[in-house]
């Protein structure tokens, strides 16, 4: 297996659904059906069970998704191990969120002009680390969303974001203007693994002990809502499929996009990109 078939695969699991997965990975949708079934193929099994409205893991994927994050995981310390070796120009982000979101495009742009020689890594992360790699040495500096435990970080404040509840469109709370976190104490929310950061869970569960179905990354949060009806905290005004929407809530604290870095790193790369995170997402 290569590691390109098993970033391929690892999105397609994440996003469950071919189109979106292609979107994130800047291809079109047929080599990356093509390279799913030539895994499959190898494997001698299917990974996806397809619908009309998506895919979900068999048995099968369930068990190499979690092979392939390690495996992806090692490949790149070694490729950041190999490049501190030979001493090439390289940061790695680290992106937690919505890869659409105009601040991001913003940054992109605005880094690659200020920096047209440097090598720029991006690892987008699952929800289960908010810092994106940084504790284990797989990120310079992350793209995420607080709050979190910030011991031995450096978190500088990019913006603030208001926050409502996802519901199925046909939920009778989905016709409200606005809620308020008791009014959802009755529902089953989505949680995050056991080890993940508990001051990052206990805020996306609106301060309160809550139970559910685990999730690992944004599209197994919708998911889990449009087939089983729970409800989960999302930032306003990211794009949501039609049946799915989000009401705002009037007692939850904003949440904010921040950049963070390992406190004492004094890699000039780091300074300038948080330099020019700052200036675009003030946009």
């Given at each position: 297996m290569e590691l390109r078939t098993l970033r391929y695969f690892?999105?397609?699991?994440?996003?469950?659904?071919?189109?979106?997965?292609?979107?994130?990975?800047?291809?079109?949708?047929?080599?990356?059906?093509?390279?799913?079934?030539?895994?499959?193929?190898?494997?001698?099994?299917?990974?996806?069970?397809?619908?009309?409205?998506?895919v979900t893991l068999t048995p099968v994927?369930?068990?190499?998704?979690?092979?392939?994050?390690?495996?992806?995981?090692?490949?790149?310390?070694?490729?950041?191990?190999?490049?501190?070796a030979v001493g090439v120009a390289t940061i790695t982000v680290g992106i937690l969120g919505d890869g659409t979101d105009p601040g991001m495009s913003r940054l992109a742009a605005a880094y690659r002009r200020h920096h047209p020689g440097i090598?720029?890594?991006?690892?987008?992360?699952d929800l289960a680390d908010p810092t994106c790699g940084l504790r284990t040495g797989l990120v310079d500096v992350?793209?995420?969303?607080?709050?979190?435990?910030?011991?031995?970080?450096?978190?500088?404040?990019l913006r603030a974001d208001p926050v409502g509840v996802v519901l199925r469109a046909d939920d009778p709370l989905a016709r409200r203007d606005r809620l308020r976190l008791a009014e959802l104490s009755d529902r089953r929310w989505f949680q995050f693994q056991q080890d993940t950061d508990p001051i990052w869970q206990s805020y996306w569960n609106g301060g309160t002990r809550r139970e559910g179905p685990v999730v690992?990354?944004?599209?197994?949060?919708?998911?889990?809502?449009?087939?089983?009806g729970t409800v989960g905290l999302a930032p306003l005004g990211h794009d949501l499929p039609a049946e799915l929407t989000v009401v705002?809530?009037?007692?939850?604290?904003?949440?904010?996009?921040?950049?963070?870095?390992n406190e004492g790193?004094?890699?000039?790369?780091?300074?300038?990109?948080?330099?020019?995170?700052?200036?675009?997402?003030?946009?």
């Amino acid at each position: 297996m290569e590691l390109r078939t098993l970033r391929y695969f690892v999105a397609v699991a994440e996003e469950l659904h071919f189109g979106r997965a292609a979107t994130r990975l800047h291809m079109s949708q047929p080599p990356l059906s093509r390279a799913i079934k030539q895994l499959e193929a190898e494997v001698g099994a299917l990974l996806f069970a397809r619908s009309p409205v998506g895919v979900t893991l068999t048995p099968v994927g369930s068990v190499l998704l979690e092979e392939a994050r390690a495996l992806l995981d090692h490949a790149d310390r070694v490729r950041i191990r190999m490049n501190a070796a030979v001493g090439v120009a390289t940061i790695t982000v680290g992106i937690l969120g919505d890869g659409t979101d105009p601040g991001m495009s913003r940054l992109a742009a605005a880094y690659r002009r200020h920096h047209p020689g440097i090598d720029i890594r991006i690892r987008d992360t699952d929800l289960a680390d908010p810092t994106c790699g940084l504790r284990t040495g797989l990120v310079d500096v992350a793209l995420t969303r607080a709050p979190f435990d910030e011991k031995a970080l450096t978190v500088c404040a990019l913006r603030a974001d208001p926050v409502g509840v996802v519901l199925r469109a046909d939920d009778p709370l989905a016709r409200r203007d606005r809620l308020r976190l008791a009014e959802l104490s009755d529902r089953r929310w989505f949680q995050f693994q056991q080890d993940t950061d508990p001051i990052w869970q206990s805020y996306w569960n609106g301060g309160t002990r809550r139970e559910g179905p685990v999730v690992r990354a944004v599209q197994e949060c919708l998911q889990a809502v449009l087939w089983n009806g729970t409800v989960g905290l999302a930032p306003l005004g990211h794009d949501l499929p039609a049946e799915l929407t989000v009401v705002p809530l009037t007692d939850m604290a904003p949440s904010r996009v921040v950049a963070v870095w390992n406190e004492g790193d004094t890699n000039p790369l780091i300074r300038s990109f948080v330099e020019i995170a700052t200036a675009a997402y003030r946009h």
